[in-house]
């Protein structure tokens, strides 16, 4: 069988190793080419030895005209604003993309710039035109629209968390959905690679904070899916955190339970939607 060949854009930040990290234990991937702006020629393995002998490709400059390009999928693992500009670049050559910003989450023009409000982005899209072709890329709730899909919007850490964790519960009606707290930690890493005295470890050890207690951009998302899914408006309560941990999500949700709905009917919610 005929791998597919995978470009990761921002390979050498925390998001592109963690592409790195999947693809390399897919038996249907082969990574082609790894593509950044930083630490140039040297291998990935170089900046993160746990890769060694797993994959040791060096970092090619995104923008050399000489770059790779026959992909069949190109993951963009940088910040907001990068893939809405370049993406169309890469589907005009035939090659699906996935954006693991925030730019490709929301499939009109009007959603997205509320989320974009929310990271105090100001400007319009960079390529309004293609964010009615973008799915959002939680395959859980969309893996039959994934399937057909050119661009597919990768869905944010937290909201996949509480996403997950609600939408049993939401789709069959279960849970006073005006009840719904999402009470979430993560770890440093999910704040990216560019050093900040906040997260230095001295600063960080020891510390726990929340932030964006009100408007946090993965709030948006959260709404907006567990609406569609339960065909009306959701309002949540979401508090995130950071612990002095590398990495990782946990979501701890509470919600009241409708009168009548005991736990055999919540177990066989989870169990039949998943």
Same mark, same amino acid.
């Given at each position: 069988?005929?791998?597919?060949?995978?470009?990761?854009?921002?390979?050498?930040?925390? #998001?592109?190793?963690?592409?790195?990290?999947?693809?390399?234990?897919?038996?249907?991937?082969?990574?082609?080419?790894?593509?950044? $702006?930083?630490?140039?020629?040297?291998?990935?393995? &170089?900046? @993160?030895?746990? /890769?060694?002998?797993?994959?040791?490709?060096?970092?090619? &400059?995104?923008?050399?005209?000489?770059?790779?390009?026959?992909?069949?999928?190109?993951?963009?693992?940088?910040?907001?604003?990068? #893939?809405?500009?370049?993406?169309?670049?890469?589907?005009?050559?035939? %090659?699906? %993309? !996935?954006?693991?910003?925030?730019?490709?989450?929301?499939?009109?023009?009007?959603? @997205?710039?509320?989320?974009?409000?929310?990271?105090?982005?100001?400007?319009?899209?960079?390529?309004? &035109?293609?964010?009615?072709?973008? %799915?959002?890329?939680?395959?859980? /709730?969309?893996?039959?629209?994934?399937?057909?899909?050119?661009? +597919?919007?990768?869905?944010?850490?937290?909201?996949?968390?509480? *996403?997950?964790?609600?939408?049993?519960?939401?789709?069959?009606?279960?849970? &006073?959905?005006?009840? *719904?707290?999402?009470?979430?930690?993560?770890?440093?890493?999910?704040?990216?690679?560019?050093?900040?005295?906040?997260?230095? @470890?001295?600063?960080?050890?020891?510390? *726990?904070?929340? =932030?964006?207690?009100?408007?946090?951009?993965?709030? =948006?998302?959260?709404?907006?899916?567990?609406?569609? !899914?339960?065909? $009306?408006?959701?309002?949540?309560?979401?508090?995130?955190? %950071?612990?002095?941990?590398c990495r990782g999500i946990l979501s701890t949700i509470y #919600?009241? /339970?409708?009168?009548? +709905?005991?736990?055999?009917?919540?177990?066989?919610?989870?169990?039949?939607?998943?």
């Amino acid at each position: 069988m005929k791998k597919i060949k995978a470009g990761i854009i921002g390979a050498g930040g925390y #998001g592109g190793c963690g592409a790195i990290e999947l693809l390399v234990s897919h038996p249907h991937v082969q990574i082609a080419a790894l593509l950044d $702006k930083q630490d140039l020629g040297k291998p990935i393995s &170089d900046l @993160y030895p746990h /890769l060694k002998g797993f994959c040791d490709l060096p970092l090619i &400059d995104a923008d050399d005209p000489k770059r790779p390009e026959d992909f069949d999928v190109v993951f963009f693992a940088t910040p907001d604003g990068v #893939g809405q500009k370049e993406a169309r670049t890469w589907l005009n050559k035939g %090659v699906k %993309v !996935v954006d693991y910003s925030g730019d490709f989450r929301f499939n009109d023009a009007e959603t @997205y710039k509320g989320y974009a409000a929310r990271i105090g982005k100001t400007q319009e899209h960079a390529s309004p &035109d293609l964010l009615p072709k973008s %799915v959002y890329g939680l395959a859980e /709730l969309h893996r039959e629209e994934i399937a057909k899909a050119s661009l +597919v919007g990768n869905p944010g850490c937290f909201a996949v968390s509480c *996403i997950l964790g609600l939408a049993p519960a939401v789709k069959s009606s279960l849970v &006073d959905q005006g009840s *719904i707290i999402c009470d979430s930690k993560t770890g440093v890493s999910g704040a990216g690679k560019k050093p900040n005295p906040m997260f230095h @470890y001295p600063a960080r050890y020891d510390a *726990i904070n929340a =932030y964006k207690v009100s408007g946090h951009q993965h709030v =948006y998302e959260i709404e907006r899916e567990l609406g569609l !899914v339960a065909h $009306k408006e959701i309002r949540i309560t979401f508090t995130p955190h %950071v612990i002095p941990l590398c990495r990782g999500i946990l979501s701890t949700i509470y #919600g009241n /339970l409708k009168p009548g +709905v005991d736990m055999p009917a919540l177990l066989d919610a989870y169990r039949s939607f998943y």
